[in-house]
């Protein structure tokens, strides 16, 4: 077994390097960044999960059957 920079060395070594070209989303195909891109802003502009469902603190559960109101809705 070879150690991992070895291994690293030797992918490296034998990789081609790929020229730069530029190309439109539409032709984009499994094709790899030359450099990242950066959103201006983040979107959403929170923490989201992007999963439906409903969140409730145990404690209000303690008296079962229980009423809860619906306190908020954030859209995904």
């Known amino acids: 077994m070879i150690h991992f920079e070895e291994t690293l060395r ?22 790899i960044l030359a450099q990242d891109i950066r959103a201006r802003e983040d979107l959403p502009l929170f923490s989201n999960s992007a999963m439906d469902g ?11 059957p229980v009423d809860l109101k619906i306190k908020g809705c954030i859209k995904a």
């Open 54 to 64: 409903f969140a409730l603190r145990s404690e209000d559960t303690h008296s079962v």
């Open 10 to 31: 030797l992918v490296l070594s034998n990789a081609p390097i790929l020229p730069i070209t530029e190309k439109n989303n539409y032709e984009i195909n499994s094709d």
